[in-house]
């Protein structure tokens, strides 16, 4: 049992290349999200999903676009990646079976925009 | 919006004392969970603990154990037995209860503090 794993694990970009993070759980969930994590702010989210098909933005959606197009898999693009995207980039998911379970992360991808 | 603060960036602890990691949180609900999470040089977020706001009693796992506050909106964590490898950041984090098709159940985490335990 994986649980979530993250690709790749590190990245470095120049600025106004693109790149994609895949997410994959092997849980069964049916809510996905991605977070940004910078020092002294904590994790911030970017955007998430309640199902297959379905996505909706979170706290910092600009510059990304999602899909999830698969129940397993939640993607996260960046068009034309800046510096300011320079960051550690966190894949979650939950079940809804329970209320108020807790969130299953990923491993984490530092991403380096130059 | 709610917001949680984690008013201490650092602290550091003998190994094993006891150590109280401050959490507080703003929010208009009623029902909610909040969480600790663990995050170590590794980078990995491992869950801690949780806790149910409508259920009165302090969560307890281990050397972990919260002090929760409801009307003063407060959620500490408490860390007996300080280890070594107890070191990381931790992270407070809130979650709704209502409206999890709309807001995803999503969590909003506080800017973390940085615990050392020293030997």
């Known amino acids: 049992n994986a649980g979530v794993t993250q690709t790749p694990k590190f990245r470095v970009l120049k600025t106004g290349q693109s790149m994609t993070l895949l997410c994959a759980q092997d849980?069964?969930?049916?809510?996905m999200y991605w977070y940004r994590q910078d020092p002294g702010m904590g994790l911030r989210l970017i955007h998430y999903?309640?199902?297959?098909?379905?996505?909706a933005k979170g706290e910092v959606p600009d510059g990304y676009n999602v899909s999830r197009l698969k129940k397993q898999n939640f993607l996260l693009g960046l068009e034309s990646a800046a510096p300011s995207q320079t960051s550690v980039y966190f894949c979650?998911?939950?079940?809804?079976?329970?209320?108020?379970?807790?969130?299953?992360f990923g491993n984490g991808t530092r991403l380096t925009v130059t | 919006a709610q917001t949680v603060t984690q008013s201490q960036p650092e602290m550091s602890v003998q190994e094993a004392e006891t150590v109280t990691l401050s959490c507080t949180y703003d929010?208009?609900?009623?029902?909610?969970?909040l969480f600790w999470y663990k995050q170590p040089p590794s980078r990995q977020m491992i869950l801690v603990i949780r806790?149910?706001?409508?259920?009165?009693q302090n969560a307890t796992e281990n050397r972990f154990s919260v002090n929760f506050q409801k009307a003063a909106k407060s959620f500490s964590l408490k860390i007996s037995d300080s280890q070594l490898g107890d070191t990381a950041m931790y992270f407070c984090?809130?979650?709704?209860?209502?409206?999890?098709?709309?807001?995803?159940?999503?969590?909003?985490f506080g800017e973390g503090t940085q615990l050392t335990v020293n030997p």
């Open positions: 979650a998911s939950r079940t809804t079976r329970q209320g108020g379970s807790p969130l299953h």
């Open positions: 849980m069964n969930h049916e809510y």
């Open positions: 999903s309640v199902g297959e098909g379905t996505t």
């Open positions: 929010t208009s609900e009623n029902n909610y969970y």
């Open positions: 806790q149910e706001a409508y259920k009165q």
């Open positions: 984090a809130f979650m709704k209860h209502a409206g999890e098709e709309t807001s995803g159940s999503r969590l909003t």
